[in-house]
């Protein structure tokens, strides 16, 4: 019976130990959740989401009872120069509350411009095609990018400390 229990642990033990160090080696995301309509400031951007339906583009296959597509206005705003200098895309998905997730696509023209100025809003379209049954639930999570238009480029590919788990939820 000794045995058993020594083998047991023997095996255990390195398991236990490997999933612990994995499960802290990859922290949860920080979520930041946004009151339906208003905006936030995050890292010296100001960021603000709009919902809104749209009918099926002619020709569409998506364009049946069952789909429902929406138009999502993604504006943003550089307080001061930090975040003028702050010019990546950041990361998109619509969530549905049993965690589903839907990808977007810019609706052209994208003219987001290469360097921002302070204090002037920039509005990225963005459409999806969810279920019509949660068409109305669905919220748009956010991951701002750390790329700063300011980098050297013999510093683009080097690592930082930036995981960028921080993640903007706007509700509904």
């Known amino acids: 019976m000794g045995a058993v229990v020594a083998l047991a642990v023997a095996i255990g033990a390195p398991t236990v130990d490997r999933y612990l160090f994995f499960k802290n080696g990859q922290p949860d995301d920080q979520v930041h959740p946004v009151a339906a309509g208003q905006e ?5 951007v100001r960021w603000k989401v709009d919902y809104d339906t749209m009918a099926a583009p002619a020709g569409s296959r998506h364009n049946t009872p069952d789909k429902q597509w929406l138009r999502i206005a993604v504006t943003r705003t550089a307080v001061d120069k930090d975040g003028a200098q702050l010019t990546g ?3 998109v998905l619509l969530k549905d509350r049993a965690g589903r997730a839907w990808q977007l696509e810019d609706l ?3 003219r987001t411009p290469a360097d921002h100025v302070v204090g002037e809003s920039y ?3 963005k459409v999806a095609v969810v279920p019509s049954a949660v068409a109305k639930e669905v919220e748009l999570e956010l991951r701002p990018s750390s790329y700063r238009s300011d980098t ?5 590919m080097k690592p930082t ?12």
Do not use: C, G, M, S
């Not at 936030?40 to 010296?44: D, G, K, Q, R």
């Not at 050297?152 to 683009?156: A, K, R």
């Not at 995981?163 to 706007?170: A, G, H, I, S």
């Open 40 to 44: 936030i400031t995050f890292e010296h």
């Open 89 to 91: 895309k950041p990361d």
């Open 108 to 110: 052209p023209p994208d």
């Open 123 to 125: 509005v990225t379209t």
């Open 152 to 156: 050297p480029v013999e510093d683009l």
């Open 161 to 172: 400390e930036d995981d960028n788990r921080d993640v903007l939820r706007f509700r509904r």
